[in-house]
């Protein structure tokens, strides 16, 4: 179970972007978070990954709360989130090959010796061709190169998944594969996926439950103001 | 659309073709540029390394009657005040001033991409504090401090090579920090620490490859700054002993014949001080150029 409890999270604690969300992924479950451009959902999934540490509230996964961390949550706590970001491009180490690049938690871990097999199975199941493998990031398409970033996602059989925006830079037959290989993996481990998108139709059809993002905000929201208010003197 | 005949083609004008290309000719003034600079240079370190071997002459040889001698076949530089051939002093000289600057500049970019990367993967008060070390140590001039830390040895190669070290390694280290915090924020990095990438590691392998242009660009450029200041130091009185032939320490030892209208003791060290100082800096700007982030198509957003 992977419990937000009212984050508050941000870049700066004087203008927090996410204030008092909470939100619920069950083991297995698939949760869709929809909301416009800018609402700070991104924000909620990196505080969900583990990568960014809430101002406030908590993180409860299989009930112990994550917490009394200051810059980097426990790695074994980390490891059990695969993440995927809405840009391949800038996910991706420039210096590293493709096959570098799925390998890389396996080394961080400790695991080489398996990493030649895993980097072969998952390329496999992300339908990347070995001579792809030995390609530098900017020696392939966005398309491709997400796909080595699922695979690299996946690659510590992570227990959840974490979208942020995975198929927005993508064409739709690309969309459609990668979608089937996060449900395939989904399948047989049983993982639990949070979806962070603004695409409806994709999400609905995607994931279990979707949840909108004005219907996670705490009851006294930030009141709308115009984007030119902040420039003006008080 | 019907398809038409190609239409005619233009007779070719004499004046040329209308559409003027300007981009050819930019390029081929930076050729021109790197082709001079790493001609010069490897002249200079051709002569460095070869003439001594090759010459087996004395370059402490003192001849009183062939003093003051302006050049000639026989002494392509001249002589000096004591009759030793110039041009093989020259070539020591330079030897020597290589030396001190690549080892200075050597020493001074590891030390500060070392400090760097270290206040710019540790953040927070760590960054604060190694921040705030590196702003007091370069509010001291830094000449002044380079001639502080001579003053503690006996004049030689290696007090100037540490002096020259250790004044310089502070822009190299607000260059990589720089360059760090800006990697550290890209989501590649979030990534790795997803993918269990420790904090050692992230900075290892992901973040320090990244700023190595830069660094060693710094690194490049750093090197005829130490030179000049070896010359300085030397001038001075303050690095190498006046036996030792350096650059610094040539024209230091020509001032009075310059007094007395002997321009060449002066004039060949001096050049010898710019020329392999433009070449270096010719190089380094191509360089530059070439690690441009717009032109660097892996980055390119």
Redesign the interface.
Known sequence: MLELRAITAGYDRRAPVVRGVSLTVAPGEAVGLLGPSGCGKSTLA?VA???HRPDAGTVVLDGTPVHRWR??AP?DR??A???V?Q?A???????LTLSDLIA??LR??GRRAEAPERVAELAETVGLTADLLTR???EVSDGQLQRA?LA??L??RPRWLVCDEMTAMLDASTSAALVAVVEDYRARTGAGLLSVGHDHTLLRRWCDRTVHWDDLRAPAPRPAEPVAAGHAPA | MTCDAPAPAAPPSPAGPVWRSYGGKRRTTRTLRVRVSAALLAATVLAVLLVPPLVQLDQQAVDLAAKLQAPSWEHPFGTDDVGRDLLLRCVYGLRVSLLVGVAAALTATVIGTAVGAAAGAL??WADRGIMRIVDTVSSVPHLLLGIFIVAMFRPGVWPVVVSVALTHWLSTARIVRAEVLSLRS???I??????????W?VTV??LL??VMPQAALAAVLMVPHAMWHESALSFLGLGLPTHTASLGTLIQGARGSLLAGQWWPTLFPGLLIILPTLAIAGLAGAWRERINPRRR?????
Do not use: I, K, N, W
Request: a positive charge; one cysteine or more.
């Open positions: 990196r990954a583990l990568l810059h980097r790695r980390r490891t989130f695969g993440v970001f840009q491009r800038l996910s991706a180490d420039p210096r890389e938690p961080a871990t530098r990031p900017h970033c690299r996602a690659v510590l | 953040g927070g890209r989501p590649y979030d990534a790795a620490v997803s993918g269990g990438a420790s904090r590691r392998r992901h490859p990244g198509s892996e980055l390119m957003l």
